[in-house]
């Protein structure tokens, strides 16, 4: 009897430790970082934000950038950790990103607007990043993500140049 006792108890507490493990096992600096890009290749963000950072970029209108070139980079954007450090309640990652080179097509001063947004449509070419991602341990211990900087919000959109 109380053999059994003793063996339901030790599966019970290694069944709550590694339920307990696991719950914590989503809050890591490097965890947020792929959730959060996970979002963009799942298109669960709202692209009037991003429209509106393109069309002040770009000089045009909001209403002639078309969700679906976003939608595209975005379902179509591949990411690789490359490392996390933290410090303290401060952390950094660092990803490496592809996505299609919209830049390219943009500072060709030799196509009209028309003609870079035909061009953006099509694109096969792809680049290369890297993304520094911040992060700050809130007050209920949770890594939660710094805004996201201007350069790096340019090469989630594949505008960024150089």
């Known amino acids: 009897m109380v053999m059994k006792m003793t063996k339901k108890l030790f599966i019970f507490l290694t069944i709550s430790i590694l339920f307990l493990t696991a719950c914590d096992l989503g809050n890591t600096p490097t965890a947020q970082v792929e959730e959060y890009l996970s979002k963009y290749q799942r298109l669960e963000k709202n692209f009037d934000k991003e429209k ?3 069309s002040t970029y770009l ?18 954007l591949t990411y690789e950790i490359k490392n996390e450090k933290i410090d303290g309640l401060d952390a950094n990652v660092e990803v490496s990103i592809e996505v299609y080179d919209y830049a390219k097509i943009l500072n060709n ?7 870079k947004q035909d061009e953006i449509k099509k694109q096969k070419e792809r680049i290369n990043y890297t993304l520094k991602i911040s992060l700050t341990k809130n007050k209920q211990n949770k890594w939660v993500l710094n805004s996201i900087t201007k350069e790096e919000k340019e090469k989630l959109l594949g505008i960024y140049s150089k």
Do not use: C, G
Not at 109 to 115: D, Q
């Open 52 to 54: 509106e950072f393109l």
């Open 109 to 115: 001063t030799k196509l009209t607007e028309e003609e």
């Open 59 to 76: 000089n045009l209108d909001k209403e002639k950038i078309e969700d679906k070139v976003i939608k595209r980079q975005y379902q179509n």
